[in-house]
T-cell receptor, first 111, second 114 residues
Framework: GNSVTQMEGPVTLSEEAFLTINCTYTATGYPSLFWYVQYPGEGLQLLLKATKADDKGSNKGFEATYRKETTSFHLEKGSVQVSDSAVYFCALRTGGFKTIFGAGTRLFVKA | SAVISQKPSRDICQRGTSLTIQCQVDSQVTMMFWYRQQPGQSLTLIATANQGSEATYESGFVIDKFPISRPNLTFSTLTVSNMSPEDSSIYLC???????????FGPGTRLTVL
């Protein structure tokens, strides 16, 4: 079946450090891939998405590239800020509109 | 995009009681979903709320425990019945489908069962 595996947290970084959160997936067909972010006390927000191989999603300085050959969709940001502290969820969605979420990775950014 | 509101935003309930959570969307949507996010965990899909017919439940979730209504294309309710402390979670309404495969989420209802 379809599944998403992402790196365990928490991840603790200093401000302006480089961020990578790994995400790999297993899916039949050609899923769309997403990163969602959940800030403390808030609901999930879509951060970025990619709908086909080699697409790069980007938003707020975050990027992720849909790599079909490695079934990966790693999230990166060149310089994190304290305000990026949140839980990040990698997710996939197939044509059935059902979204499968990874376990989430909590990020702490220290000033 | 879609703007989703949920009521209540949080509640503390006694064991054995039931709570109904409302979800309102600012536009007509085809697909509405209910998710559960247990403390420190990821989201699990409970069911898809279908307008005009019974909800479609995922494995491990049953209608008697989580009855769902979907009277129109902008509104749905989820009831958590005969609650136990294990039902303490955040319950999220979500919409998606149509021209975009992006899902949007409501702010969630934080439920604590004592």
């Amino acid at each position: 079946g379809n599944s998403v595996t992402q790196m365990e947290g928490p991840v603790t970084l200093s401000e302006e450090a480089f961020l990578t959160i790994n995400c790999t997936y297993t899916a039949t067909g050609y899923p769309s891939l997403f990163w969602y972010v959940q800030y403390p006390g808030e609901g999930l927000q879509l951060l970025l998405k990619a709908t086909k191989a080699d697409d790069k999603g980007s938003n707020k300085g975050f990027e992720a590239t849909y790599r079909k050959e490695t079934t990966s969709f790693h999230l990166e940001k060149g310089s994190v800020q304290v305000s990026d502290s949140a839980v990040y969820f990698c997710a996939l969605r197939t044509g059935g509109f059902k979204t499968i979420f990874g376990a989430g990775t909590r990020l702490f950014v220290k000033a | 995009s879609a703007v989703i509101s949920q009521k209540p935003s949080r509640d503390i309930c006694q064991r054995g009681t039931s709570l109904t959570i409302q979800c309102q969307v600012d536009s007509q949507v085809t697909m509405m979903f209910w998710y559960r996010q247990q403390p420190g965990q990821s989201l699990t899909l409970i069911a898809t709320a279908n307008q005009g017919s019974e909800a479609t439940y995922e494995s491990g979730f049953v209608i008697d425990k989580f009855p769902i209504s979907r009277p129109n294309l902008t509104f749905s309710t989820l009831t958590v019945s005969n609650m136990s402390p294990e039902d303490s979670s955040i319950y999220l309404c979500s919409v998606g489908g149509g021209d975009t495969d992006t899902q949007y989420f409501g702010p969630g209802t934080r439920l604590t069962v004592l």
